[in-house]
């Protein structure tokens, strides 16, 4: 199969990470890239397990189930090697990565580097990482050291720096170049991907280098620190000893550069082999003694003494004493820099730096240290940006920690400004200024130093680069610095000039980072922007300027651009899976000097101003209101400062936006035509109420966050959010939520107001079409009266609609609680949104205290009363509030409410009906509700910790009938015989399975190993497809969701083929010109596969509601199914209703028929198509396709069906909870 990535996932015992790996590979931005040229899918994910013995095996599986692009495979444990060299046999991506599955992945880092490598067709392209545990992030150490920017090429040999990016996981490879060498990783060791790496490093054409964090590589705590965290072993140094030898072998044979050799013998000695010494201070003499020798013997073998004098002091006095066997003496310098360095007195004496030591450890004394201080404690800081118009103006102070800067005459500095590009540089002035107060930045090395000299204010103007091409794109601030001397050196020099990185100018404090970070100024025909790279280097990017404008007008109904004529300028719409894209161009006026186009011409959707083809650039980043009694008109510049445009009929501007302790207020202006009025403002108390809301797509309601308080004689709105009210938080769970105002006013105007408002001005449209005038004539919104005849005649009625919000001003505001994160912001659109993020409590805020509650505490609470009045419920692994435990909690809730129902979600604020209380999985509440009730409800299984107590009872609800073979009917499911046993321990815990039919019961006997009782009642959530299939019901849940009333539904409920892939295969636009007059046409897409389709803006034929929680729903206001091979098939028979088959991949699915239950052709419930336009037609000729189909569709319910009820709740309460004694 064509694929652009295969990503390769070696498995070990990572039960505790391996979830939170996999999700950030699965939400992988790449696989919402579009497939052309040939392409099949854009992520390849293989899973090898290497013969784990914990529960990683199961989550592998369920995730390889669940995505079509996830393949598992299962070895005997042999090692990271092996399970690498394995997993490439299966690869069938153009290019190769590893990823080891206790790590995780910036959301972008894969496309990110594969668009990298393809622009530049690179061998291999590295990605930046930092490392994390579960309390903090931070910047590897060998990143800095390893990467110096984003390169589009370059090469070991020209960057030699690259010799400490050592590491497997952080590589895209191309895979021919892969297979042309027959890379290999060395079998049965630790290590082993640095004689994979460095030969990659020479063999490859080009490296590419994107710089921004791609991979997060974890710091494993505890008891889960991983092998390679572990390094005092003599075995661990026996391995790593065993690869730098591949590595020379390697250089022996194709490397004559005696730089690159140099450079090579420094990381050994520097890095590889000094993390062993390191550890001589904590291991026992007889290790260490051992330790020394492997040491010196690889020393003397492979090392000439000569490459010594390029250590630092400290390194070289330990490489002494390890010849000698002085194993005492190079504890005595460990214990002394760990203990004693910061405290110690540096000074400076005839041109070298030293400190007074103890000879007996040192040798001598005083004790040199010029190349130690060079490498290891140079500071570059900035205390201060000011942005000018004419240029950026820095102040900061250098310093070497140790040594005195009393005087100016001191310190030498010289400062350029170096293009990553072309290389080209300019030299800044600069001035000495006296340093100030630095006690915040923490600098210490001894005590009683003078840094009052240390400062320097440099500025940068804009007018030495502008238009000048060769300073385009990034700029850094190149730094020499020189203090009594002595010449501070990078860590890769080791004294060979040639061999020097240029030191660059960073280091601001987070206040600073934060006031200029992605701030811009324009000048002249350039306009220049300062960022930060991931060690907080200042960049200065300069782009030119090209289609530019610097005023924006709206005047009545034309929207202006002031310029002189610079091209074709026209709005952009983006062609969707319906409209085909869209351009309507800007008419230029000689006279006014300025391109203008009637906003009444304009779609309610995003659009883009471009001239052409090319963006148009404004003056600023912001947001422009343009106010008119014909509509409103938003230009956001916040995105690189391209014109994006929107066009709206009623808007609400945030003015201002506060934070007071748990609260945030928003004040806020509503823009609308909508009131009748001569102009787009209205009179105050024409609006009745005014609500702060969001909506949640999975029940399509809205949830007030606040009453908006009108000020009736400005027409302010203020809003104002209480996070410490948990009615108004309940249902704020971990999402980005859109926020949007309701406004409720009195529809009143006079019928000559109605007429001034709506009657279009002809003399206005000599430029509109006819088709647009017929348009433009009296649009009529949802809500808006029609005019009564006479002229003094009112129209008193209260209307409704909503606003989305946009931020004009204010920064973002955050509060934090316990167990929410709430952040108010706007994105570069300036939509405000509300984001939610999921915090745990101190003592459950890793995944190690969790697993030790699981442990511990659960058996605690094992010990307290079984509440036989307390009912747990769980659906899909805590992920929704949906499916048969819905139903049957609904039924209880209702109908039972002494009973305490308990929902188990992995975030408990996601919104449910009824009284229920919601805990959060893994939480302590979670396990003491697992542990205490009598009832437990689940369409799948519970956590592995879970041990079920005498006297709870489990029902197994089942969440759908099987097609597809499943458990132990499925080959190759249970790698061993254990994981087999522990799958048929988890069923042996339910007391009873609900089915739809015999032909269920019969597979679960086999499947699940199931022997004990089943409820042939049917499923509890068919029950509202025989209680509310009536008119009634069916328009007032059309009415809910949005829906005309009119219209009849087509329902689309695919099943996934791959996540973030999905390709609908319905011609829509065919669909919509011969079916808009009769049905619409509502999307219902597995969760997998919703990201990857992109719902056509402003359309009234097709309804997206792949995150709707109720399929039940949509099944009843539904006259016709399409699906494929879906289950879905099954639960849709009970309505008799029309059902299509749409197997438009049916021949690439044979393979996979061969593991269903079922031959979905001898048991079709409808016609199976394998085009477009045959289902097109079907639909156009249903009653025809009834005819044919009718008798075929019921026989299929009859089998499959067979114990659906109306009552399956009510009957499986009564069987198992009531037993007709509890019931009051």
Known sequence: MKTRVSVIIPIYNVYEFLEECLESVVNQTINDMELTDGYERNLQIILIDDGSTDSSPIIAKEYAQNYENIEYHHEVNQGLGHARNYGCEFAEGDYIIFLDSDDKLSPNAYEWMYKTAIRNDSDMTIGGFWRFNSKKYKISNINKIAFNGNKEKTHISESPELFYDTTAWNKLIKHSFWKKHNFQFPEGILYEDIPVTIPMHFLANNVSIVYENCYLWRIREGKSKSITQTTTEIKNLEDRLYVMGLVDKFFDENVDDERLRHVKTMKWLKTDLLIFIRKLRSMDKEQGYKIMSLIRDYIQNNIDADEFKYLNEYERLKYEYLMDDEIDKIVSILNFKAENIKETKVYQKNGHIMFNADKEVFKQSPFYIDQYIRERYNRKYIQD?????????????????????????????????TNANSHKKIKIDSEDVETGNISSFNIRFGRGFSYDAAGYKIFIPFSKICDDEDFFGENRISVDFKLNGIYQSPFLSYEKKELCQNFFLGYAKKDIRQKTNMKAVIYKNTYFLIRYTLKDEIIIEALPLKNYFKEIRLDENVLKLDSDHIGNLYIYYEADSINEEEKIAFEYDNEDKSYQIDIRKLKKKPGKILCDGENSIYKSKELILLDSKYGQCLISTLNDYYLDIYYFDSLT????????????????????????????????????????????????????????MIDRQTGDIKFSIDFSNKEITKNLYEKIHDLYVEYAYDETSTEEEAIVNKEVDESEYDSVSKEEKENNKIEKTENEPVPVEGRNNKINE???????????????????????????????????????????????????????????????????????????????????????PRYLYEYIDENYPHYECIWSF??????????????????????????????????????????????????????????????????????????????????????????????????????????????????????????KNNKEDIQSIKERMGLPSDKKVILYAPTWRFKNNFDLMLDLKSFKESLKDEYILILRLHHFSAGGWKQPLDDDFVYDFSGYGSIEELYLISDILITDYSSVMFDYAILDRPIILFAYDLEEYDEKLRGFYMDIESNKPGPILHSSKEVEEAILNIEKTEMKYKDLRRSFKERFNQYECENSSEKIFNKVIDKKKNKK
């Open 653 to 708: 501007q945030v003015l201002d936006i506060r934070q007071n302790r748990d609260r945030i207020d928003i004040d806020a202006k509503l823009y609308s035509n909508r009131f009748n009025e001569t102009r787009s403002t209205y009179k105050a108390d024409r609006i009745k109420t005014a609500k702060l809301y969001f909506k949640d797509d999975s029940s399509k309601e809205n949830y007030i966050l606040s009453d908006g």
């Open 385 to 417: 940006i000011e942005i000018r118009d004419d240029g950026f103006l820095i102040r900061g102070f250098m310093l070497i920690p140790g040594l005195d800067i009393k005087n100016f005459k001191d310190r030498e500095h010289r400062f350029h400004l």
């Open 906 to 1027: 992995k975030d408990e604020h996601y919104p449910i009906k009824g009284n229920g209380k919601c805990v959060r999985r893994s939480s302590l509440k979670y396990l003491y509700y697992l542990a205490t009730s009598k009832y437990l409800i689940n369409n799948v299984n519970f956590k592995k910790h879970f041990i079920k107590r005498k006297g709870q009872v489990e029902i197994q609800t089942m969440h759908g009938t099987p097609l597809k073979t499943i458990g132990l009917d499925a080959p190759g499911e249970f790698p061993t015989k254990k994981s087999q046993k522990d799958y048929i321990k988890k069923n042996k815990n339910w007391d009873y399975l609900t089915v739809q039919s015999d032909y269920v019961a019969e597979i679960s006997r086999t499947c699940f190993k199931y022997e004990k009782d089943f409820l042939k009642f049917g499923y509890p959530r068919t029950d509202i497809l025989y209680t």
């Open 798 to 884: 209260e209307s409704r609609f909503s606003t989305e919000l946009y931020l004009f001003k204010g920064d973002d505001k955050t509060i934090s609680k316990s167990y929410y994160e709430y952040k108010v912001y706007h994105d570069l659109k300036g939509f405000l949104k509300l984001k939610v993020l999921k915090r745990w409590p101190v003592y459950e805020d890793t995944p190690g205290k969790r697993l030790k509650h699981s442990q511990i505490s659960y058996k605690l609470f094992s010990k307290l009363p079984i509440n036989k009045k307390r009912i747990m419920f769980e659906s899909i692994w805590g992920g929704k509030y949906s499916c048969n």
